[in-house]
């Protein structure tokens, strides 16, 4: 972090799969963070999986040599008070965002800068549900967010600088590069990423194939870094479907619809490393 | 209360055999003790954490501070090393 920026004061609204990625980049780099979550038994957890995830970042050299930020956990946006930027990272449902969104700006400033983590939803469709929309922005952070260097940024037509600005020193902070793109459903990566995942489904479904012969033929010849099916276990199938709707829901792409093994899989409780089994099956909770 | 360290019969055999027999387990491959296994592509750097959970679940160690590393998990020996040293540690402790 450079020497004449202050460190910026983070917010984290959601403490599932990113939130608590997010919360470890940021910790790493002696950012602090305060952590909120609404449901009671996930946030009772939310220390642990926090902990868990630093070990991770240690154990694969992506810790730098620096104190760790101070973590908060709380149950209530109110707490976002005071934070330079809150990123939101609730479940993928824009009726749920906006709500978690206007209460966060009930609670901070007007120079706040408020981010949507949304893998698919536009930043505008937010926004104009906002009472200050020019401070929304998106930055897509993937998962892990202390591996990947890179981030989807995505300014909304109303998006204003004073959020851009601040949002640029966070991820400088951060030691994250932003590329950014243009707004609308799935942006660049989820567009791409999620329908060719749905496909990799379908053809598992369909018998041809199993999901590791899948994953080994899009690893070894199209260099593909983990395969596809685990990429799913890794996001959450549960988040994966979310964002296929609203993908299918706001482009009309056939291709975009969760297929029935996806759908069924969700059903089952099957989301993917975070419950344990998805595609493959993991130690619980890792 | 018994000390748990204290009736561990760990040798250098033993370990490595069980690493081994977990390594084929989770992932369908059997692994010398001197092949890198993240080197190669077919295991995820993200494994590496379902591994140190496992080595400190059934060997009763902590492994915390600069011995948490990749390195110390790239292969059967360098786990099998890491163990013996922290379960010696443990039992002159
Ligand atoms: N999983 C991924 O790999 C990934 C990658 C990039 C972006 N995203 C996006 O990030 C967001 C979060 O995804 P996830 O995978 O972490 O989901 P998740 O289901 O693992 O976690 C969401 C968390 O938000 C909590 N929550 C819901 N409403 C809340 C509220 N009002 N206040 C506080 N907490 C609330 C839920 O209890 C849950 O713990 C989604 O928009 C998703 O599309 C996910």
Known sequence: ?286 | MSNPTADRQLTAEGVAAELQKFLRERTKTDWEPDTDLFASGSVSSMFAMELVVHVEQTFKVAIAGPDLKIDNFRTVNAMTALVLRLARADDTA
Request: glycine content about 10%; charged content about 25%.
């Open chain 1, 1 to 286: 972090m450079s020497k004449e920026e202050p460190t910026p004061r983070l917010a984290v609204l959601g403490a599932g799969v990113m939130g608590t990625s997010i919360t470890t980049l940021a910790l790493i780099h002696g950012v602090p963070v305060v952590l909120v979550e609404s449901d009671p038994e996930k946030r009772a957890g939310a220390r642990a999986r926090v902990e868990r995830e630093l070990r991770t970042a240690q154990l694969l050299g992506a810790r730098p040599d620096i104190p760790e930020g101070e973590l908060v956990i709380s149950a209530s946006a109110a707490d976002c008070r005071g934070a330079d930027v809150v990123i939101e990272a609730i479940t993928e449902e824009s009726g749920l965002k906006v709500k978690a969104l206007t209460e966060v700006d009930a609670a901070v400033g007007a120079d706040t800068a408020l981010v949507t983590n949304t893998s698919s939803i536009p930043v505008d469709e937010l926004a104009e549900a906002l009472p200050h929309p020019g401070n929304l922005l998106g930055v897509h952070f993937m998962n892990p967010s202390y591996l990947i260097r890179t981030v989807e940024v995505i300014r909304g037509s109303r998006t204003g600088e004073r959020a851009l600005a601040s949002v640029e020193r966070l991820l400088t902070a951060l030691g994250r590069r932003g590329v950014r793109v243009g707004d609308g459903p799935g942006f660049v990566t989820s567009r791409v990423l999620h329908r060719m995942i749905n496909d990799a489904a379908r053809v598992v479904q369909e018998g041809r194939a199993t999901a590791e012969d899948v994953d080994t033929l899009m690893q070894e010849c199209l260099g593909h870094r983990t395969g596809p099916l685990r990429t799913a276990d890794l996001i959450g199938i549960d988040n994966l479907v979310d964002s296929l709707k609203v993908l299918h829901e706001r482009t009309g792409d056939e291709g975009c619809r969760p297929c029935e093994l996806l759908l069924r899989k969700v059903a089952d409780g099957e989301l993917g490393r975070k419950s344990g089994r998805g595609f493959y099956t993991y130690a619980v909770g890792l």
